[in-house]
């Protein structure tokens, strides 16, 4: 590759060469003629590198000195001229990045200017393109020429001339251009010294070029970033005017000081600010009578027919488009007369050139229309002009509706003001009775609105603040005590909950009345009730005031002539530094209230460290309950149900045990109480009748003994349950027991709340097969109605009617009435608890008919029962 160094040293060394003088010898006769005429060619030669050099110096004082491209092209072309003949000459830039081409300087006897940016290959295979892409200067002779073509070297481009010379402008060894000389005459011929001395120049034009094509670029970036700020401030000014508009529109709707006419007439010089408006009118549009009445109109067309602009049903118009479409709608001549040609509208007049209307809309109805028309050439609306007026009827169409609101409230003004007197009375009244609402709302919001009484929120912070006392002042000693009602839900169920409330609000009197002055009750929700006893000085003023409302509340309430029996189990605790908020205070007593309950309820107790424990033992024994659910260790204990006239086993009632891996074995006291709380004896109560069904069917196929059942106790909750039939079911099906060998058992307790579902529930399971025992029977609080009602096969006479009941003349005339209402009822009996000949004997005596209990024999295993059943007798 030829570089710019080695160009100029070739320059100076043909320079060099025509300086130097001649070396050989002259012989001495011809010396004086010899002498002159080597005087005279040097003194040629002299001159000749004089010129060149000025040349030079002027190319590089010109690659300084000038500051537009467009000028400097032209003075190189002088400058090269100056050096060589260079009629024909141009320079052409090479962009490598896009490969393009463009003739920044043209100048030909014979070839035009190719114009614009040129596709480098689309001059592949010309002279230029053989320089770029050899990266060396090229002198192209027609002999030259020749070989290139016969190599396929080149095509044939423009005129074909004489001798073309070319040379590459190099920067950073990157070809930028090239710059050419050529000639169309033979008697215009270029030579390597020409070669040289355009390579030589060529340098000092390439740091020229660039400087003044970085220069362009500058200037070209500044000048578009310019035009770029001047259409954003054109812009802003636009939208500052639009602003401006739009807020002038929207104070003539509040401005009520002029006529409407003087409205509409401000809204169109407003509008006439942002378009072309001369003429300009509003109509409005009547739904009812659907009709357009001309509001406002400017026109200066005198052509219009007469009562263009009067009230009229809708027609063909052009405003009808608008009113029918409910959208802009933007007409040119020709689209009005294509329109009436189609028949859609009238025909236009000779004037109208450019027709724009939008609809004026506010809150979805349609107000009217808005249009502005051109009759002139010079005035055609554009799309951008309808979005212009579409976006400004929209805030003049709030204002026209606003300004007839407004006129509307100044007709009603006077009106108003007669009938202020009247209502300023109304308005004092209504303030008055406003107070006692908000003061009614404030009680409600921290009052139970049943009782009255302060609701727990009230009660929370009473007894954060007593804390707070008491830890600035231990003197200060307080005690709470937490109440829950006993039965209540049993009263509520069975006498209604509009009883309950009854109860309830009776109660929370008597609480109040038995308490001192001092001292809140709060009911906390439900059945419960909370109460702070302040400034106490001995424990024994709490004891009191708890024995008094446990006193009070063991005597029957009177409610709808109906005696209503319920108690109360108390939890109570005093005040103590360990304590910091009323939650954790509540916590503890309610766990007091539990005890209470757990220990024979209508009763208090005083909270201790040890209640916690238990409690933290009740939560590790639900803990390891859900684990033997999982672990399937409930197993069924089966106590015989024998036929009371001849002893023979009938069947046998599956009783829950739990044989536990961590605990051993645990007695049903000891967790049933808990398992129903919690909810999971429904769990224990379908593992134990899938376990029992198995058993069973194990039996009859191994022992023949088709013809027993078993009686599996379900919790009430479990009736609750829209999916019990289907649990049955699944069951009988998957441990192949038939439905007829299966008993259920319910308490009463059952029958009281969600009855629809229950007896939905005992139906399905009847149609089933599945035979229902009422348990417990005689402890109730059900209406006898009941027994009508619910499709029960059996009754079970409570234990607490049987045990030694031959010693207890009152609950033998219980029996005897159980047994004879079940016998009315077509339902079998059986004695529970029996435990002595005499019990039995006596319970056979009165007709019932069949019997379970100690005396027969105690709830035994599997393996047990199997030998029971096997002996045929009770198992020793």
Known sequence: MTNGRSHKNTAKAAMNENIQAPSQSVPEDNKGVKGTENFLALEQQYQELQRRYSALFSLNQLSQECDDLNDFYPQVHRTIASLMTAKNFYIVTYDQTFSTMEFVYHVDENDDKPEGVIDYKDLSGSFTHLVIESIQPLLVTPTIEKQLQENGKIKSYGTSGT????????????????????????????????????????????????????????????????????????????????????????????????????????????????????????????????????????????????????????SNHYSELVIRQQKTVLLTKEDMKTLFESGQTREPTAGEHSWLGVPLIYSGQLLGVMVIQSYTNQTTYTQQDAELLNFVSNHVSAAIKRREISDIERQSHELLEQQVKLRTLALEEEIVQRKQAEKRLKHTASHDSLTGLPNRSVFHDLLNHAIACNKRKPDLAFAILFLDLDRFKVVNDSLGHHAGDTLLKLIAAELSAIVRGKDTVARLG????????????????????????????????????????????????FS???????????????????????????????????????????????????????????????????????????????????????????????????????????????????????????????????????????????????TLPDDIENILKETGLKPEN????????????????????????????????????????????????????????????????????????IIKTIVDLATNLRMATVGEGIENIEDAQLLQKMDCSYGQGYYYAKPMPANEMEKYIIAGKPFA
């Open 163 to 314: 001798d073309w010379l070319g040379i590459p402008l190099l920067h950073n060894d990157l070809v930028i251009g090239v710059m050419v000389v050529q000639s169309y005459s033979e008697k215009i011929r270029y030579t390597e010294q020409d070669l040289k001395m355009l390579t030589f120049a060529g340098q000092h034009v390439v740091g020229a070029m660039i400087r003044l094509q970085d220069k362009e670029r500058l200037t070209s970036a500044v000048n578009a970033r310019t035009r770029e700020l001047m259409a954003q401030i054109r812009e802003r000014e636009k939208s500052e005017l639009l602003q401006e508009s739009l807020y002038r529109i929207s104070e003539l709707a509040n401005d009520a000081s002029f006529d409407i006419n003087v409205f509409y007439s401000k809204v169109h010089n407003i509008v006439g600010q942002l378009i072309n408006a001369t003429n300009f009118f509003i109509s409005k549009y009547d739904q009812e009578s659907d009709t357009v009445e001309y509001v406002y109109v400017v026109d200066e067309e005198s052509n219009q027919p007469a009562g263009f602009f009067q009230t009229r049903k809708l």
């Open 526 to 573: 439900g059945d419960e009730f909370v109460i702070l006893i302040e400034d106490l000085d001995t424990d024994n003023e709490a004891f009191e005031i708890a024995q008094r409302i446990t006193d009070f509340l063991k005597e029957p309430f009177t409610i709808n002539n109906q005696l209503v029996f319920t108690g109360t189990s108390i939890g109570i605790l």
């Open 576 to 722: 103590d530094k360990r304590y910091d908020n009323a939650d954790t205070m509540l916590r503890d007593a309610d766990t007091a209230m539990y005890h209470a309950k757990d220990n024979g309820k209508g009763r208090y107790e005083v909270f201790d460290a040890s209640m916690h424990q238990r409690v933290q033992n009740a939560l590790s024994l639900e803990a390891d309950i859900r684990e033997a659910l999982e672990w399937q260790e409930f197993i069924p204990y089966y106590q015989p149900i024998l036929k009371l006239e001849n002893e023979e086993l009938k069947g046998f009632e599956a009783l829950a045990r739990w044989q536990s891996t961590k605990r051993g074995f645990v007695f049903p006291n000891d967790f049933i109480p808990l398992a129903e709380e919690t909810n999971l004896v429904q769990a224990i109560d379908l593992q134990i009748l899938k376990k029992s069904c198995q058993q069973l069917k194990t039996w009859q196929d191994a022992l023949s003994c088709h013809e027993l059942y078993v009686s599996c106790n379900l919790f009430c909750s479990q009736f609750f349950s829209t």
């Open 742 to 813: 299966l008993r259920v058992e319910l308490t009463e307790r059952a029958l009281l709340e969600n009855t629809e579902i229950v007896l939905s529930n005992m139906k399905a399971l009847k149609r089933m097969g599945v035979k229902i025992l009422l348990d417990d029977f005689g402890t109730g609080y059900s209406s006898l109605s009941y027994l009508h009602r619910f499709p029960i096969d059996v009754l079970k006479i409570d234990r607490s009617f049987i045990t030694n009941v031959h010693e207890h003349e009152n609950n033998r005339a």
